[in-house]
């Protein structure tokens, strides 16, 4: 009986006709792997090579790490790094949040626009905002010098400020995502029982709200981190950040260290991006 | 249940021409005015989109009147807003804070009005013990039953010992045999706290079983406000009587009054006498409504079998307690008719069967004389 019941709810199998497509399929995957895989995995393993050549495999040995833990201009930009993914990402988690609160809670004249003008930063070419983010950085910045007599200078300011401008919209689009399957009621039962509006919000919606918003950040602390276009564009001397650094490594010639780096910043942020996952993926019901 | 509510006790809520009319344009509340006095079990009856809920909201001060006024233990509400009311609301989902154990949720009103710490333990905890949920205080509303978070949510509105609870449908969610249940302790724990109820259901049996009084509402406005027995005995409308319990309606016209008697001619000008309220003028179109369970059947050829109309058994069907007959009286009109089964035999009395030329027949008590 309960074999028969088992065997009648599972799909007939189907013959596989479509051969040509399954072979597409399979060339799918297998190029993934190869083009997308292949190249990290290489690199962590020469990471971990006793040679300077890349080409060789010498014996395994941690010395690029411990070479890069000691390194001084490593340190600095990771200092760099840090404090400016730290910094654009508080702010730009407290603007996305009141944004996406602003878009999914109120009607205000120009929400339309608003609502496209604020997602062009996902949109939009990165060297486009760069560039625009540059030029705009020196108008200012000799606006100010006429008009105060303030000499302002590229570095770690710009590039936070610049940041918080691309990376608040993603959080903005992630809380919202949240904000939508809110179930208000339990703001109205949270007003019932004598909160008000402040005490909904701390007490009901915020914490409700978390998932989303530490996603969100996790997300913006990831798009910070590993900036490179804009960043580039906006840095100033002294403002050298992890990828900037690499970059310049880069320049005069592959080598370990650059391998030993990268593999930390793909570990870091591969930790990020899962717990953001996973926190996007809690849910509060 | 549903005694008859003193008139003399205070008014706790009361709605003067109170009109909501959403942005959309629909008007969900018309003109309605009501009156609720302390301790009273009062519910809103009707169909879904009657408005009954979007009084129920106004009271709360969730929604504000586009019309009219809603007055708290005698104090215009206007614009005040919810957390400023005394009045509490049990939700039709509950609205249990998910963040939150079952001892937070409780704790949250007293939390708000900064209520001393060993005050909220001790009152949380007899809230629990009210609804019968000590030793739950640690879970989490989705570690409970249906059941169980619908007294949660009893609890943590009875807890801050409003003056007014409001109930919205809050045992819709429930199997049957759990609402049944519920409904019973609803009502003892009503009376074991003395706090008003207001109650929306479209469940008329809900409504008849809980309430000292009911409001039935239908397109927005209320049809008729009585006790349980009123209600269902004495119905003002078609409306009240078709949705609460069954009717039979026949349409007929006046032939005779005489005193509180008037005689009604339907189903092909077959005299009906029915007792009336309200004078009612000779040759006026009218509706007899008349309950199944009033109607009396006897099969024809039974010894001085004489009834008002007369028709045949076109149905029968046996639901055990009772038995229902359909009697076609002529081409257009039939009548149903619930026969109580013979409680001394075994095998339920002898049914009638079908095509059984039958005579019905009602005291003229029984029938009620309809004018819409």
């Not at chain 2, 009147?65 to 939700?91: K, Q, S």
Request: hydrophobic share 45%; proline share 5%; net charge neutral.
């Amino acid at each position: 009986m309960t074999a028969t019941a088992t065997t009648s709810l599972q799909a007939p199998r189907r013959k596989r006709r479509l051969s040509a497509g399954w072979a597409l399929l399979w060339l799918n995957v297998l190029s993934t792997f190869v083009f997308l895989y292949a190249p990290i995995v290489v690199m962590s393993i020469f990471s971990f090579n006793a040679s300077r050549q890349m080409q060789v495999w010498m014996g395994f040995t941690l010395d690029w790490y411990a070479r890069m833990v000691h390194d001084e201009r490593v340190r600095v930009a990771a200092e760099n790094s840090l404090v400016i993914a730290l910094v654009s990402t508080l702010v730009s988690t407290v603007i996305g949040t009141l944004t996406a609160m602003a878009l999914e809670r109120t009607r205000f004249r120009v929400k339309r626009l608003y609502e496209g003008a604020m997602y062009l930063p996902i949109i939009v070419p990165e060297i486009v905002m760069a560039i625009a983010l540059l030029v705009f950085f020196n108008l200012s910045f000799s606006w100010l010098d006429r008009l105060f007599g303030l000499q302002l200078n590229f570095g770690l300011g710009t590039i936070t400020i610049a940041h918080i401008a691309f990376s608040f919209p993603f959080v903005a689009v992630v809380v919202r995502a949240r904000l939508a399957d809110f179930d208000r009621t339990l703001e109205q039962a949270a007003q019932d029982l004598g909160a008000n509006d402040w005490q909904t919000f701390r007490y009901v919606t915020l914490p409700l709200l978390m998932p989303g918003i530490i996603a969100g950040a996790l997300l913006a602390f990831t798009l910070s981190i590993d900036d490179f276009v804009i960043t580039f564009f906006n840095a100033g001397v002294g403002s050298t950040t992890l990828p900037l650094e690499i970059y310049g490594r880069v320049r005069r010639g592959i080598t370990p260290d650059v391998n030993a780096l990268s593999t930390v910043m793909l570990l870091a942020s591969i930790v990020l991006v899962l717990g953001s996952l996973a926190f996007q993926r809690r849910r509060a019901t | 249940m549903g005694g008859f509510a003193p008139l003399d006790r205070p008014i706790d809520v009361e709605l003067i021409d109170v009109t909501k009319v959403f942005d959309s344009g629909v008007v969900a509340v018309d003109r309605v005015t009501l009156q609720i006095q302390q301790g009273e079990f009062f519910s809103l009856l009707g169909p879904s989109g009657c408005g009954k809920t979007t009084t129920l909201r106004m009271i709360a001060g969730f929604e504000h009147p586009t019309a009219g006024e809603v007055r708290i233990e005698g104090r215009p509400m206007g614009h005040t807003p919810p957390f400023r009311r005394n009045v509490n609301t049990v939700f039709q989902n509950y609205a249990l804070f998910p963040h939150m154990t079952v001892f937070e949720n409780v704790a949250f009103g007293l939390r708000m009005k900064r209520v001393p710490r060993d005050e909220i333990s001790r009152r949380v905890r007899e809230a629990l013990q009210l609804v019968r949920l000590s030793g739950f205080e640690e879970r989490y509303p989705r570690q409970l039953s249906g059941g169980q978070q619908q007294r949660v949510a009893l609890a943590r509105a009875l807890v801050n010992r409003p003056r007014v609870l409001l109930l919205d449908e809050p045992l819709g969610a429930l199997d049957l045999k759990l609402r049944k249940e519920m409904q019973l302790e609803l009502k003892h724990l009503q009376m074991t706290v003395g706090i008003t109820f207001i109650y929306v259901t479209h469940d008329q049996e809900e409504a008849l079983t809980m309430s000292d009084r009911i409001a039935v509402m239908n397109a927005g406005r209320v049809l008729q406000v009585g006790t349980p027995i009123e209600i269902y005995e004495r119905p003002t409308s078609r409306f009240v009587a078709d949705f609460i319990g069954e009717t039979n309606f026949l349409s007929g016209r006046v032939d005779d009054v005489e005193r509180d008697t008037a005689t009604v001619l339907v189903a092909g000008n077959r005299p009906v006498r029915v007792r009336i309220d309200e004078p009612l003028s000779v040759g006026s179109e009218v509706t007899v409504a008349v309950r199944p369970e009033k109607v009396q059947i006897v099969p024809l050829e039974a010894p001085g079998a004489d009834g008002l109309l007369r028709g045949r058994v076109e149905e029968v069907i046996y639901i055990g307690t009772d038995t229902f007959y359909v009697v076609r009286i002529d081409e257009t009109t039939t009548v149903r008719v619930r026969s109580q089964n013979d409680r001394n035999r075994l095998d339920g009395g002898q049914l009638l069967p079908i095509g059984t030329a039958v005579a019905l027949s009602w005291a003229p008590d029984a029938a009620r004389v309809l004018l819409d």
